[in-house]
Nanobody
Framework: QVQLVEFGGGLVQAGGSLRLSCAAS????????MAWYRQAPGKQRELVAG???????NYADSVKGRFTISRDNVKKMVYLEMNSLKPEDTAVYYC???????????????WGQGTQVTVSS
């Protein structure tokens, strides 16, 4: 069974840093794009950053220059380094990956369970 598990959320003061990690597990043939989304209370889930299997990245305008997404294809992990955090970054952060399981041989989007990031002012 394929699953994504996030690590690293928590409480941090404004201006601080956090690093989120997400590990994919299961019988996986390959992983295409990976990404981080977030959802604040009362708001829609939004894309924070994405990274292709080749390493190309894209970011939401609100996090450019502060957040860095990276991945380790061997370990099947994706990371989000968050610096200069602001109270408006407070949200539940979700890992997302387009995974090809050996069982289906077709890409399927998977989501992690989410990890809370709270930035105090």
């Amino acid at each position: 069974q394929v699953q994504l598990v996030e690590f690293g959320g928590g409480l941090v003061q404004a201006g601080g840093s956090l690093r989120l990690s997400c590990a994919a597990s299961g019988i996986i043939k390959s992983i295409n794009a990976m990404a981080w989304y977030r959802q604040a209370p009362g708001k829609q889930r939004e894309l924070v950053a994405g990274v292709t299997s080749g390493g190309s990245t894209n970011y939401a305008d609100s996090v450019k220059g502060r957040f860095t997404i990276s991945r380790d294809n061997v370990k099947k992990m994706v990371y989000l380094e968050m610096n200069s955090l602001k109270p408006e970054d407070t949200a539940v952060y979700y890992c997302n990956a387009n995974i090809v399981p050996w069982a289906t041989m077709s890409p399927v989007p998977y989501w992690g369970q989410g990890t809370q990031v709270t930035v105090s002012s």
